[in-house]
DNA sequence: ACAACCATGTAAGTAGTTACATGATTTA
DNA sequence: TAAATCATGTAACTACTTACATGGTTGT
């Protein structure tokens, strides 16, 4: 159960609202962990309830921005979390799948869907790298700073395989069958 | 929605049983798609309801091995969801979360679970060249061969780049904090 | 015939997805 | 003041998880 953790998370760094958390996502967080809108804003009634956030003022109805902050309940949650053993989640890689199916009943169109992707994952590392590049304090800073760019380099080296991986996938899909 | 078409896939490699295949997936497929047998015996049933799939002998009730063969239109249902374009699915990385909660509210414990899955990759990884050095054949074989060798190549690159990481991240935890 | 196990299945719950709805705020 | 957009939310659905149940088979 990530989620709830990632807005603390985020909550700590920033106290926002909701929508302002969503934009985060897509720009930073989202990069590790995805969630939509309505993802953000069930958890974050959630974590209210639970009594580790607090949502400052207006507690109006809609159309209102609510800013939520931590609470040190909601703090401490976090520190457990962070520490607790926790397995690797199972893989579930579908292009994986896709590829086993091209052996048995291929040649398919795949090529073309790999060739997309390819594009992608050039786009992700690209987006990456400038972040690297513009943040370059991140490398020497402190303990916080080097644990941020460790998972920065993690997306990194992340799409830099998985284009290593496609261009492996596109000369042998490009072979004609014998 | 890969689970089905992991099926179909394994099915035409030779046909079997509900439980021969939770069994198949513990060893090789589920390496990149993971399923329980509850999910297995579910979809099983739904791949028959549609056509794609027929169960051969005793269509008796439970306890008794019911084993299932592709039909024609479950391979073509297959042949054309591997071409299908599809987006890579959005990441969700629990260990990145942590690292960054840990970034906010650290340190604490974390070094001793990485530790701890670390020595997991290791196994896996083992695991992986195992297989590869056992069937060195993938490695110039037929295309399918080829293709098969490339899918298990790119699990040892992840096992691989999961504990290089590992051990970066061991090194910055290991700092005092400043 | 009894215990242990194997193969299949049911049920309840959770996280995530997709589509849509409503109240405020800004802009033309 | 009407239209567009922003912020928050509801509802229905799907895939996956966890725990448990039942009918056969096998071994002693």
Not at 12 to 28: K, W, Y
Not at 56 to 65: A, F, Q, T, V, Y
């Amino acid at each position: 159960m990530s989620l709830p953790h990632a807005l603390l998370t985020a909550l700590i760094e920033q106290p926002c609202s909701g929508s302002e958390l969503a934009g985060r996502f897509d720009r930073s967080i989202g990069y590790f962990w995805h969630a939509t809108h309505q993802q953000i804003y069930r958890e974050l009634a959630r974590l209210e309830e639970a009594g580790w956030v607090e949502s400052l003022p207006p507690e109006s109805g809609r159309g209102r921005k609510r800013v939520y902050q931590v609470l040190p309940a909601g703090r401490n949650e976090l520190k457990h979390w962070v520490a607790e053993p926790q397995d690797p989640k199972p893989q579930r890689d579908e292009l994986m799948v896709r590829l086993r199916a091209e052996a048995v009943v291929g040649p398919t169109g795949l090529h073309k869907d790999i060739q997309r992707r390819l594009e992608l994952h050039k786009q992700k590392l690209a987006l990456y790298q400038n972040i690297e590049a513009r943040d370059q304090a991140l490398k020497t800073g402190s303990r916080k700073a080097r644990l941020q760019h460790l998972v920065l380099s993690a997306g990194i080296l992340q799409e830099t395989l998985w284009i290593d991986f496609s261009l492996k996938a596109l000369k042998i899909l490009s072979e004609k069958p014998s």
